[in-house]
């Protein structure tokens, strides 16, 4: 069983910062591509930022500039740090990651619970 936590949301004013962290624990082989998206309210889920094994990341044109993905292999878990927040920014965010549980098996999508951000303008 895999299981992604995220914590670090809350309430926040317009530019300010806050930090997401999510981590995966269970049975873990390995863990590829990690990321995070966002759905707020009435809207689709969307791509925040997503960062390979290899530390190669891609940014939503919303938020380059503004937030930063990062990993620590050896945790098992994906950060985001977000600035200069925008109301528009407020969000459920959620961890997702493609992991291999079992060596020679293939990988699988899991999600986190998602935690909340709400920026207020």
């Known amino acids: 069983q895999v299981q992604l936590v995220e914590s670090g949301g809350g309430l926040v004013q317009a530019g300010e910062s806050l930090r997401l962290s999510c981590a995966a624990s269970g049975s873990i082989f390995s863990i590829n591509a990690m990321g995070w998206y966002r759905q707020a309210p009435g809207k689709q889920r969307e791509l925040v930022a997503t960062?390979?094994?290899?530390?190669?990341?891609n940014y939503a044109d919303s938020v380059k500039g503004r937030f930063t993905i990062s990993r620590d292999n050896a945790k098992n878990t994906v950060y985001l740090q977000m600035n200069n927040l925008k109301h528009e920014d407020t969000a459920v965010y959620y961890c997702?990651?493609?992991?291999?549980?079992?060596?020679?098996?293939?990988?699988?999508?899991?999600w986190g619970q998602g935690t909340r951000v709400t920026v207020s303008s």
């Open positions: 997702n990651a493609d992991i291999y549980p079992i060596p020679g098996r293939g990988s699988y999508d899991y």
């Open positions: 960062i390979t094994r290899g530390v190669t990341t």
